[in-house]
């Protein structure tokens, strides 16, 4: 089993900033990836942003410059750092890990999901 928790998530005006935070916990093995996805009201679920083991960073082209991606491997947390918050920042964001665990092969984890909502 692997958990995923949370936190961060809020109301914030234009032009602002949030961090969000996902901690991993349980019987984790090795942790391949580390993301964070969000979905707005009547659209697909986006990546947003992916942090890979060997510290590779990837962001969707609409935050690029002012998300950043960040992992603290020692506490199997993985961190998204968002700045200059735009109205279409809005969205419930989700974090996600691929990871195995003692007893399984390398499967995606869910976070809860936190809601970030940008307006004035």
């Known amino acids: 089993q692997v958990q995923l928790v949370e936190s961060g998530g809020g109301l914030v005006q234009p032009g602002g900033s949030l961090r969000l935070s996902c901690a991993a916990s349980g019987s984790i093995s090795s942790i391949y990836f580390m993301g964070w996805y969000r979905q707005a009201p009547g659209l697909q679920r986006e990546l947003v942003a992916i942090?890979?083991?060997?510290?590779?960073?990837n962001y969707v082209d609409s935050v690029k410059g002012r998300f950043t991606i960040s992992r603290d491997n020692a506490k199997n947390t993985v961190y998204l750092q968002m700045n200059s918050l735009k109205p279409e920042d809005t969205a419930v964001y989700y974090c996600?890990?691929?990871?195995?665990?003692?007893?399984?092969?390398?499967?995606?984890?869910w976070g809860q999901g936190t809601q970030v909502t940008v307006s004035s």
């Open positions: 942090s890979t083991s060997g510290g590779t960073t």
């Open positions: 996600n890990v691929h990871a195995s665990s003692t007893t399984t092969e390398p499967r995606d984890y």
